[in-house]
């Protein structure tokens, strides 16, 4: 194997590990206050809104609601079920079958 190949490859590996690992190290050891924890909670919640609002909502940076949005329209249906289930694998599925569902019938 080529040197350099090795040494980027280390390099890589520590780039992306070091910085996850060291707060996870250093914060597993520190009992942090609830309201620190309550707000830490929301922060998966926040981030996945922050990827899918764009999709569902926007086309060509402007607002598309329709009942020609796919995405809006299949959103539907996965919001619902994720509200009722609260699970993670039922909502993908059903997010899944919608898009199938809703873009057959939209297109």
């Not at 949005?69 to 699970?87: D, G, H, Q």
Request: aromatic share 14%; glycine share 4%; net charge positive.
């Amino acid at each position: 194997m080529d040197k350099k190949f090795v040494i980027s490859v280390l390099g890589m590996f520590l780039v992306t590990y070091v910085p996850r690992f060291l707060p996870v190290f250093g914060l597993s050891r520190v009992e942090m206050p609830n309201f620190i924890k309550s707000f830490l909670e929301y922060i998966p919640v926040a981030v996945l809104s922050a990827l899918l609002f764009p999709t569902i909502f926007m086309k060509g940076n402007h607002l598309f609601i329709s009942y020609k949005n796919i995405f809006l329209m299949a959103s539907i249906p996965t919001v619902l079920v994720a509200y009722k289930s609260r699970k993670l694998f039922s909502p993908v599925i059903v997010g899944i079958i919608s898009y199938i569902l809703t873009s057959l019938v939209i297109n």
